[in-house]
């Protein structure tokens, strides 16, 4: 006979494991399968995200920033040190040891919540029956009530530029270098191609990054956008803009890389690395037999309504295999939600606030809508802004770039987006975060006190500025 479960999920990635955690809490008997190997062949639970995503990448970017603040910004301190250098071996050991930790974390909290945790393949059968293979081989036929696809994404391939795996990588590969290139290429100025560019270039190695989109960060808001852009620069990322790459061949230790630029003329680069971050696709490959009933649109992703239910009854699909932003905590939000509503409790995601970051110095992030957005919806809004160069823990802690900005509705005051470029702006988000999900208005940040000298101050007078009361600055 086969084992039933009340739910059963598919992906143990930051949709999936959430989802089987509070299904457990909710008193639901859960097992929750998941696929993930590592290049060593280890199994473990967290997704792209804890093995090769979100955990490592911000791992290496806060030691690759360490060692540029040593080099380049501790004399300003007063600070005096022999010669500051690089041990990428003991760097890449700290960076796997906290993603073993982390990773095996999970199997702690899935016990701890009740769930049968199994590393291995799962595939769903109609009538919500669950085809197991173990990592050894081993197989069972398991049953549930409610069934969960958690089942991720993968890097979107370039057909110009396939993988080797050793010269033309994907983010993974990229996390994973032992040496320094000497040069590195970079397709795609996307999130990904900001924050391992940032990473190899702090580290020493000359970057470029080519983007086929003639504007930089076009999901932002532009003036976040050119302000990044002109940091970013500065750093000594070489970002080329408008770059269509027509093919990549690893020729003997270096990449030939040729493209046609902004101005259609022919390029072409030699690089030593080069990584291929052009997004990323949904990830259903051998997870759905014949027959189940669940729909896979036209662009690969699980097919879902509002709530995260497919065509099918009583499965549900979470995370980056269906539409929308393709971020852990939206993914997060979404498992939560759906173990909820399978529990009978009220659950929802509010898609119109989910924060983004990009964990680069300065630190980008938003909520909400940009000004870009507003215009081309007609809506009446007012700005502010206040730039982080008036704030003094800014200054105090020698990142006195960027700014906050505020865009609110004209008409009614409430706050419609929020777009930092600056100091711990992924930190500084969760507050504008806050004030969008409680519909506040501008009046409402202006009359919350903030704790001085804090970089949060800056929100502060952003919100001033938008009715020109601010302190801290002329009001313009
Ligand atoms: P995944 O994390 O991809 O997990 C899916 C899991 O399901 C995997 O373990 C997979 O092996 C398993 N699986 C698939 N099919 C099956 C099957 N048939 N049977 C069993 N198991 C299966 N997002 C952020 O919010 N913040 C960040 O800072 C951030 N940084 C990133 C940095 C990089 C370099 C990358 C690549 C991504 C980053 N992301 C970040 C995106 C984030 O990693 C994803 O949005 C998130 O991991 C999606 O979660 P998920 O659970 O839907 O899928
Ligand atoms: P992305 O969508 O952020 O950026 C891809 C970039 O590549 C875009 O600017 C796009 O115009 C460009 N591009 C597309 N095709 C191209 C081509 N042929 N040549 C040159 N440029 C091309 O995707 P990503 O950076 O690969 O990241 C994948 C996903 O992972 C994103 O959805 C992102 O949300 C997520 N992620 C999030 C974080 C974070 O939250 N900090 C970090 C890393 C990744």
Redesign the pocket.
Known sequence: MSEHYDVIV????????PAAIRAGQNGLKVAC?????NYDGSAA??????????I???ILLESSELYHRAHAEFATHGIRTGEVSIDIAKMQQRKSGIVKTMTGGINGLLKAAGVTALQ????LHPGRKVEFVAHDGARKTLTATHVIL??????TPLRSAPFDGKHIV???G??EFDAVPKRLGVIGAG??GL??GSVWRRLGAEVVVLEALPEFLSIADQQLAKEALKHFKKQGLDIRLGAKVTAAEVAGKAVDVTYVDAGGAAQSLKVDKLIV?IG?RP?????LAEGTGVVIDARGYVDVDDHCHTAAENVWA????VRG????????EE?VAVADRIAGRHAHVNYDVIPS?I?TAPEIAWVGRTEEQLKAQGIAYKTGTFPFMASGRARAMEAAQGFAKLLVGRDDDRILGVHLIGPMAGELIAEAVLALEYGASAEDLQHTMHAHPTLSEALHEAALAADKRAIDMPNR
């Open positions: 598919i992906g143990g990635g930051p949709a999936g494991y399968i998941d696929g993930w190997k639970f967290g997704g792209t995200c804890l093995n090769a995503g979100c490592p990448s911000k291995g393949r799962g595939t958690a089942s991720g994404s993968v890097p994907d983010s993974w990229a996390l999130v990904i924050e391992l971050c990323r990830y259903t490959e051998g997870l979470v995370g980056d295999c932003a393709m971020l852990a905590h939206k993914g997060k498992g970051v964990y």
